[in-house]
């Protein structure tokens, strides 16, 4: 069986995968996805009956679609073993002391931030965090040379990420900081820090190797170009989200060291990392994408889908089998200077441009990131966009949950902004709340954080 598989099999599995033929990958995922699925169907209550009237000879396509709303209401019939209860999870939410502990000391468990609603709970089993930890040494942290700054009883690692939840960065973050001989060697830094703390702390710290958010990295840099960051890292590792040409060039320019990125998901695990190239390559041995459109109808002309239906084979213990998920990608035609065989990848979901701001005849930047943040301390907040309208005013637009008091909401997220950007020196920029729905770009999403004017 697939799941029987030991680590150094996995490792090479994994480096074979990345030369084989699609047509030899394809092959590999329909042997794996077909074992997934019967186990699914053996050990799930939910799928059990949502594939009762499956063809014996099932393809990919046969499958029904899966989704955060239809699957999280049934999530004890979801998960494939019974330990995994919703009441364990409960308790071990309730304390913040847990995030990078195992679950019944064994499961490693993450959230998404739950912004619109109830947070993905994710369970994930030893397989699963052989799998991907194999792709993650072999593709992205050997391939580009980052495996020396690993080594925590050598060197320091900091992480500037959004803290004070369970969600995988974080929760990653602390998993490697218990496993470590020296847990002092790891810095954690809030998104929501102000800039010159972060940049203090860095300083003072002189970690090797950075972890952290596109966007917020690109801040880092600009600190870096103008003299007030000082530090020399020999790598940067970005995760979540886009890594833009212009932030990874500031990035370059400002540091001159490695930078790997690492295109992640709560449901998916490791989906894409870069190559030497530049070029973003899908693991899609272990990881099915499908790019559809708003009518959830494949996308094969190489336009920008409006999401993805994610299967990830890896995943034995809460299936995720074509999962919608609201990323927009194109899978590209062609091959990678590279050599690696597998497909090319462009992204754009959860990106977008910091956010310059007029200061004393100067400017101060913060990444979308930072906002983006804040709505999931805000309780009854369903929906939101923050908009950018000059050098000096930046406007928020809201939709708020059924039951929820308006007058309520806007003074608590107005007070997060106002000291976010206190916090940065930017006391002269004005925020205010508008009553204007959110507005969806020309692809059908809504960016939460747009720059108009």
């Not at 958010?213 to 690109?218: K, R």
Request: hydrophobic share 35%; glycine share 6%.
């Amino acid at each position: 069986m697939i799941r029987e598989m030991k680590r150094d099999e996995l490792l090479k599995s994994v480096r074979e995968a990345e030369y084989l033929t699609q047509e030899e990958r394809q092959l590999l995922q329909q042997k794996r996805l077909h074992e997934l699925v019967d186990y699914a169907r053996e050990h799930s209550d939910y799928f059990k009956t949502y594939y009762q009237d499956l063809p014996e000879d099932y393809t990919l396509n046969d499958l029904p679609m899966t989704s955060k709303k239809q699957l999280m209401p049934h999530f004890e019939d979801w998960v494939t073993d019974k330990r995994v209860s919703r009441e364990a999870l409960e308790v071990y939410f309730s304390d913040l002391n847990n995030i990078g502990m195992p679950l019944l000391e064994e499961f490693s468990v993450l959230t998404t931030s739950g912004t619109t609603g109830q947070p993905l709970w994710m369970v994930r089993d030893s397989f699963h965090g052989k799998v991907h930890g194999s792709m993650m040494a072999v593709r992205l942290m050997e391939r580009l040379g980052i495996d020396p700054w690993l080594d925590s009883s050598r060197y320091k690692m900091a992480s500037i990420i959004g803290t004070g939840g369970f969600h995988s960065a974080v929760s990653s973050f602390e998993r490697m900081k218990n496993s470590s001989p020296c847990p002092e060697h790891f810095l954690l830094c809030s998104i929501l820090d102000p800039i010159p703390e972060i940049v203090a702390n860095l300083n003072a710290f002189e970690p090797a190797l950075i972890t952290g958010y596109p966007s917020v990295m690109a801040v880092l840099a600009k600190e870096k170009l103008e003299g007030r960051l000082t530090i020399e890292p020999k790598a940067i590792a970005c995760s979540a989200e886009q890594l833009t040409e212009y932030a990874y060039k500031m990035m370059k320019d400002a540091f001159n060291c490695t930078i790997a990125n690492s295109f992640c998901s709560t449901e998916g695990g490791e989906v894409a990392f870069n190559c030497t190239c530049g070029n973003m390559h899908l693991n899609d041995d272990w990881i099915i994408i499908e790019p559809v459109d708003s009518n959830n109808q494949p996308v094969t002309d190489q336009t920008m889908s409006a999401g993805v239906l994610v299967t990830n084979l890896a995943d034995y213990l809460q299936p995720i089998i074509r999962y919608h998920v609201e990323d927009s990608i194109i899978i590209e035609d062609g091959q990678c200077p590279c050599g690696s065989k597998l497909p090319i990848v462009r992204l754009l979901g959860r990106n977008g441009e910091n956010l310059s701001f007029d200061i004393d005849g100067g400017s101060r930047t913060i990444a979308p990131v930072m906002l983006d943040f804040l709505p999931t301390k805000t309780d009854g907040i369903l929906q939101y966009q923050f908009v950018q309208k000059s050098p000096k005013l930046l406007e928020m637009r809201i939709v708020y949950a059924n039951g929820s008091n308006k007058e309520e909401v806007d003074s608590q997220i107005s007070h997060y902004v106002k000291q976010l950007f206190k916090d940065n020196q930017m006391d002269a920029v004005v925020f205010e709340i508008v009553d204007q729905p959110p507005v969806q770009s020309k692809g059908g999403k809504i960016k939460t954080v747009v720059i108009d004017f």
